[in-house]
């Protein structure tokens, strides 16, 4: 049988962390098998499904490269792939469930349910219906119609059985029926509650593999309940741990990004993001980590998935996005730092190719994310970049430093090159001719041109300035030294 998995996200908010993982999870479970990946759009919940968040989602599974091959823009045999556009389903299943005896119309309002909670809540008893509309003759329930009752319909739970499933992630899972109620198929509103839909739509979709977070095993006896009722096939169930923040508590938007696009405003590559959510529960070997998406389609194995919960580490998220910035070719680095930094204030468009090339080329490993190219590169970036006081103070404890930096914008002002090789050649040719070692000169120059102490190399950073710039700050250095530092004549 051809394995087909579905993503049924609600339309009510972004595409978090732990969607986007299950979302990854199911699309690499049907590339491995050569099975079809299917985007559904759990919609039923009018007041809270909204356009804009359906789009949100589907820009954040783009943003993954996740591609779906059937669904919302895609079409397929088994749509429509909307499920406020699949009444017609609910209703001929709720018929047929009726029509047999597994289900029954409750005329209970919200109110008595209420107060029926209560009470054995009071008693210390689990609240479940209590099926008092079951007993209800056919007779009855005409009458209550006739009346104006608007009844919602219940599935009628069958007594002592057990419902167990062998799940990939947790092996096998059991539950007594007698721990379940007749819970509700189909609101006195008409719509379908999300049990039901969704077995509906996995028959009529012909989904063979559920993979979803773990917080979904409590639906998966009622939904058992319904396949065997149905005289269906039930789908292969996998379960995924939960995902906590650094806190060990469940993640949410207090750990940070709120959805997974959100980590691209970060500076988070889609290739990162994508390896990462994948190590979120899943190992290959428990020693390789990296991993490109066409990679995990080749390797992705679903019996891998851990059913301990997985942590959301941002060092790890962090560090595994570095090494994806560095696998890059150079082209494609400058092109995604480039635009990043176009996007978020800094545009170089006006700049040559050769010099993009070599800022980025300069920023180096110090860019572990593409936030951080705004940062490390903020010496060229803006015209007066901060200086960090630590580092200021130890170049006013550094002898004759004014000095050395006139000395410096004076021997650069004539270099005709103006190349690497020439800026390095002049300032140790300079630093020979003072007697000093090269780092004498590099360092207050480091301080002088970035404000930092750490800072790419000091050539680089010379030659992405441009002369100008450089004397400017040269000079402005050590004026501001001559009035600050206690080491200047006259102090």
């Avoid at 029954?104 to 349910?113: I, Q, W």
């Avoid at 292969?236 to 405003?265: C, N, Q, W, Y």
Wanted: proline letters at 5%.
């Amino acid at each position: 049988m051809t394995t087909r998995v579905r993503f049924a996200p609600s339309p009510t908010g972004f595409l978090h962390v732990g969607g986007a993982r299950t979302a990854l999870y199911n699309y690499l479970h049907a590339r491995v098998t050569g099975g079809t990946f299917v985007l559904r759009i759990e919609d039923t919940d009018a007041e809270r499904s909204t356009e804009d968040s359906m789009q949100a989602i589907l820009a954040g599974l783009r943003w993954l490269g996740l591609t779906w091959d059937e669904g919302p823009g895609v079409g397929g045999d088994h749509g429509p792939y909307f499920q406020s556009q699949r009444r017609a389903f609910y209703d001929a299943y709720a018929r047929r469930l009726e029509s047999v005896g597994h289900a029954y119309p409750c005329f209970c309002s919200s109110t008595e349910l209420e107060q029926r909670r209560s009470e054995q809540l009071a008693r210390g008893e689990d609240p479940r219906y209590d099926g008092r509309c079951r007993a209800l003759s056919a007779a009855e329930r005409a009458a209550r119609v006739s009346a104006g009752g608007r009844p919602a319909l219940r599935f009628a739970l069958p007594s002592a059985q057990e419902v167990a499933w062998d799940d990939v992630v947790r092996e096998r899972i059991a539950f007594q029926s007698e721990v379940l109620d007749d819970f509700v198929l189909v609101r006195s509103d008409g719509l379908p509650t999300y049990n039901f839909a969704c077995v509906v739509d996995d028959i009529e979709m012909r989904i063979t593999h559920v993979i979803r977070g773990d917080d979904h095993i409590s639906n998966t006896p009622r939904q058992l309940l319904l396949y065997r009722a149905l005289g269906a096939e039930p789908p292969v169930f996998a379960h995924a741990s939960m995902i906590l923040g650094p806190d060990g508590k469940r993640l949410s938007k207090r750990h940070g990004a709120t959805s997974v696009e959100a980590f691209g405003e970060l500076g988070i590559l889609p290739e990162g993001m994508v390896n990462f959510l994948a190590l979120l529960g899943w190992a290959l070997d428990g020693k390789t980590e990296l991993f490109t998406l066409a990679e995990l389609e080749r390797v992705f194995q679903l019996e891998r998935v851990n059913p301990n919960p997985a942590v959301f580490d941002t060092q790890k998220l962090e560090w595994v996005n570095a090494q994806h910035l560095k696998r890059l070719a150079e082209p494609d680095r400058v092109q995604r730092v480039i635009g990043y930094l176009a996007a978020h204030g800094h545009d170089l468009s006006g700049r040559g190719e050769d010099w993009r090339t070599m800022f980025v080329r300069t920023l180096g490993d110090r860019v572990r994310t593409l936030a951080d190219a705004a940062d490390v590169g903020a010496f060229v970036l803006v015209e007066s970049p901060a200086m960090e006081s630590e580092a200021w103070l130890e170049l006013l404890a550094k002898p004759a430093a004014d000095a050395r930096l006139v000395a410096l914008a004076e021997r650069v002002a004539g270099d005709p090159q103006w190349s690497l090789a020439s800026l390095e050649a002049a300032t140790r040719s300079l630093a020979a001719e003072l007697g000093l070692k090269p780092g004498e000169i590099i360092a207050p120059a480091r301080v002088a041109l970035t404000g930092r102490k750490a800072a790419p190399g000091i050539f680089e950073v010379m030659w992405l300035l441009g002369r100008e710039r450089v004397q400017a700050r040269l000079a402005a250095a050590a004026e501001r030294w001559r009035a600050e530092s206690p080491l200047a004549a006259g102090a």
